[in-house]
């Protein structure tokens, strides 16, 4: 009885060093994005285009996330003006496009850039298309505008999808 006791005690002691941490829900894509000092900028257009909601969904989702310094180079005003009320609409479609249906992990890219013998497109929830390439051993993304995202962070896993986080914001036709 004694060692029972003295188990159940050594089991009580590593669950509470583990902070609580298995024991609590992963966090969903947006929650990731919440918790990101790098993504501020896209946490207030999601708000502002009240996606919240969705993105929190059941999903799974794939979010090409742009970073702060990404929206800094858009030019100057753009992010103001997609934030006003009036430009919900055109704010929806940009964010969207960043998004794909699907959990498409790195390794998923990949093998897709693989076996299209050096791109593959997605559809966006938008409803447009990205092509994602190698360059220089990098992973790509370009939109429909020709314009060019650098994949800098890979697999951010979440309870509804998955997180790359991309250095420029790429823009729907």
């Keep these: 009885m004694?060692?029972?006791i003295v188990m159940f005690a050594a089991v009580l002691a590593f669950t509470a060093g583990m902070n609580g941490q298995s024991w609590k829900a992963k966090k969903d894509v947006v929650d990731i994005a919440i918790g990101s000092e790098d993504h501020t900028t896209?946490?207030?257009a999601v708000k502002a285009a009240e996606l919240v909601s969705t993105l929190k969904g059941e999903g799974p989702f794939t979010i090409f996330a742009p970073t702060n310094a990404a929206f800094d180079d858009l030019?100057?005003?753009t992010v103001a003006s997609l934030l006003e009320p009036e430009n919900k609409e055109k704010l929806q479609a940009v964010l969207t496009?960043?998004?794909v249906a699907g959990k498409l992990m790195a390794k998923d890219v990949l093998a897709a850039i693989k076996s299209g013998k050096g791109s593959a497109t997605v559809s966006t929830v938008q409803g447009g298309e990205l092509t994602a390439y190698l360059k220089d051993g990098k992973v790509y993304l370009k939109d429909e505008n020709g314009n060019e995202s650098m994949v800098t962070?890979?697999?951010l896993s979440g309870s509804n999808g998955v997180i790359?986080?991309?250095n420029k914001v790429v823009l729907p036709k």
């Design 2 to 4: 004694k060692q029972l």
């Design 75 to 77: 030019p100057e005003g």
């Design 97 to 99: 496009y960043h998004v």
């Design 42 to 44: 896209l946490v207030a």
């Design 164 to 166: 790359h986080v991309i």
């Design 153 to 155: 962070a890979t697999d």
